[in-house]
C-alpha cells in the first residue's frame, strides 16, 4: 500500500469511528471527568444534576388534593350533589387556567358558560345553577367576566379554587387565581395544604 492509500484508509476509518460516536451519543473521557466534576460541586451544595428527560406522557390530569377533601369530609361542607358535581367537571378544568373550559386539549379554549357546562356533563341548566351558586358561596368555585357577549347577556367564566383541585404545576399558580380565592369562608382558611 502507499502512503496515499494509507491515509485515505485512516480517514475513512475515522470518519466512521466519528459517525459511530455521534450516533451513540458517547462522550469523551474528559467530557465524563468533567461531568463527574460539576456533580461533585452540585452535591457539596446539595444540588443535584439530573438528565434532561423526554415528556413521553402527554395526559391531561386535574390534581384532587387529598388532604383537604378529606377535611371538607370530615366537616362536611359539601353536600352529596357538590361532591359529584365537582367530580363531574374535573374533565374540563383547564391547564394553568383551572377555568372550565370547553376543550382541555385545544391551545387557547373557550370558557363554558353554565348552559355548556350542564350540556356536558347531562343535566339540566336548572339542576346545575344552584349547585354552582353554592359553590361560588363556600369559596369552592369563583365566576368573573369572560368577556364573551351572548345575546346582549354579560358571560361568565367559572373557576375552581386550586387548593381543592388543580390542573398545572402547584408550586406556580397563576396570581389572577390566587387573587380570585384570596377571601374565602372560614372553613376553607383552615384547609392542612395551601397552594398559596
Not at 68 to 89: C, G, H, P, T, W
Not at 132 to 159: H, P, Q, T, W
Amino acid at each position: 500500500m502507499t502512503l496515499g492509500e494509507n491515509l485515505q484508509n485512516a480517514e475513512e476509518k475515522a470518519r466512521i469511528r466519528d459517525f459511530e460516536n455521534e450516533r451513540n451519543n458517547q462522550f469523551s473521557s474528559e467530557d465524563l471527568q468533567t461531568a463527574n466534576e460539576l456533580a461533585e460541586k452540585a452535591s457539596k451544595q446539595r444540588m443535584r444534576l439530573v438528565p434532561e428527560r423526554k415528556v413521553k406522557n402527554r395526559a391531561k390530569f386535574v390534581q384532587i388534593i387529598q388532604q383537604n377533601i378529606m377535611y371538607l369530609q370530615r366537616v362536611k361542607y359539601l353536600s352529596n350533589a357538590e361532591k359529584v358535581f365537582l367530580l363531574d367537571i374535573s374533565g374540563y378544568v383547564g391547564f394553568l387556567s383551572n377555568c372550565i373550559v370547553d376543550d382541555v386539549n385545544l391551545k387557547n379554549p373557550v370558557p363554558m358558560t353554565q348552559t355548556d357546562l350542564a350540556n356536558a356533563i347531562g343535566r339540566y341548566k336548572t339542576k346545575v345553577s344552584p349547585i354552582i351558586n353554592s359553590l361560588i358561596d363556600k369559596g369552592v368555585m369563583a365566576r368573573s367576566e369572560s368577556g364573551l357577549d351572548d345575546n346582549n347577556v354579560r358571560a361568565y367564566a367559572l373557576f375552581v379554587n386550586p387548593n381543592i383541585m388543580f390542573s398545572g404545576n402547584r408550586d406556580d399558580v397563576n396570581p389572577t387565581l390566587k387573587a380570585m380565592f384570596k377571601k374565602v369562608p372560614k372553613d376553607l382558611k383552615n384547609l392542612p395544604i395551601k397552594l398559596f
